[in-house]
């Protein structure tokens, strides 16, 4: 498949059976590290860095941004559509003139800091994520949730704005026997059908 923003051959990697959608856009292909059989859904659009595992999906209208900072996503993650994923922002506390518009010499301020997801993230549609977010394995974010920097249990559904203690939710604990297993299996399946 063919893409109408850049040459897939100049991603850093394009996993077995990955599917890119013919309107993703990725700013900077050549820093773009794409797993076996992910898919990334059309009118999705990343700016950083990026080192996406294996069987992850990434819904329609997805924005990975933050140019300097850096995305790492182990396997079998879902993001769903409309969701934002930082890895730099402004600083709205103090002044900060850290646009990409700005020239580089004159850049000062921001925040840059790296996220990283565990095998089987799974975020809901329209979920926030902030620099310097580490979501271990498991972790589910409701429609709409905020993730910010904090502690976060793995297999554990979230819904509000983490890790705010009266604003964010601690759902339940999620099932994960069969998760694990189903995930071995995979890895399985496509490591012998390698060889």
């Known amino acids: 498949m063919e893409n109408l923003f850049f040459d897939l051959r100049r991603l850093k990697h394009l996993g077995r059976g990955a599917i890119v959608g013919k309107t993703v856009r990725i700013r900077r292909p050549e820093d773009v590290s794409i797993g076996d059989y992910t898919i990334i859904d059309d009118f999705t659009y990343i700016s950083s860095a990026a080192d996406i595992g294996s069987y992850c999906h990434i819904a329609p209208q997805v924005t990975i941004g933050g140019g300097s900072g850096h995305l790492k996503m182990g396997d079998f993650v879902g993001i769903g559509a409309g969701s934002a994923i930082y890895t730099a922002s ?102 012998q059908s390698t060889t």
Not at 93 to 112: A, I, N, W
Not at 157 to 167: Q, R
């Open 90 to 191: 402004s600083d709205y506390f103090e002044v900060s003139l850290d646009l990409p518009s700005v020239p580089r010499r004159f850049q000062f301020g921001g925040t840059v800091g790296s996220v990283e997801f565990g095998d089987c993230v799974l975020l809901g549609v329209q979920t926030l994520v902030l620099p310097g977010v580490t979501l271990p394995q498991g972790v589910a974010g409701g429609a709409q949730s905020i993730f910010n920097k904090g502690e976060y249990e793995p297999w554990t559904l979230y819904d509000g704005n983490c890790p705010a203690p009266t604003l964010c939710r601690r759902v339940k604990r999620r099932g994960i026997q069969k998760a694990i297993a189903v995930m071995e299996q995979c890895r399985s399946e496509n490591d």
